[in-house]
């Protein structure tokens, strides 16, 4: 199969690049794990080129980049306004013979 849009030519092109940036290596064990979970050559290209523009202009810091197991504000909201709810069981048909039907409504304060 011939490589109509020389994506191997280009990604090569791309990894010298990143290469030459101060954090190349990192970014280059990326583009491997890419590689590695699959991705084909024009998608691991695209974000080798999308790499070096934003590693150009940003700064970067992997030291003191963390994982954020913080959760984001509006989790926390939701998170709130869960325990301000008042759940109380209704039956679901009062009447019927089957009394554990129930269904959890909210009441909201």
């Known amino acids: 199969m011939t490589d109509v849009y020389e994506c191997t030519r280009r990604l090569?092109?791309?990894?010298?690049?990143?290469?030459?940036l101060e954090h190349g290596g990192l970014l280059l064990r990326f583009l491997d794990h890419l590689q590695a979970l699959g991705l084909s050559p024009?998608?691991?290209?695209?974000?080798?080129?999308q790499l070096c523009?934003?590693?150009?202009?940003?700064?970067?810091?992997?030291v003191g980049a963390t994982p954020n197991n913080?959760?984001?504000?509006?989790?926390?909201?939701i998170k709130?306004?869960?325990k301000?709810?008042?759940?109380?069981?209704?039956?679901?048909?009062?009447n019927h013979k089957l009394a554990d039907n129930f269904v959890a409504v909210a009441?909201?304060?």
């Open 12 to 20: 090569e092109a791309a990894r010298r690049r990143l290469s030459k």
């Open 42 to 49: 024009p998608r691991v290209l695209k974000y080798a080129t």
């Open 80 to 82: 709130k306004n869960q």
């Open 53 to 62: 523009t934003l590693f150009k202009n940003v700064p970067f810091d992997p």
């Open 84 to 94: 301000r709810q008042k759940l109380t069981l209704k039956p679901l048909r009062p």
């Open 107 to 109: 009441n909201f304060k």
């Open 70 to 77: 913080k959760k984001s504000p509006r989790e926390n909201s």
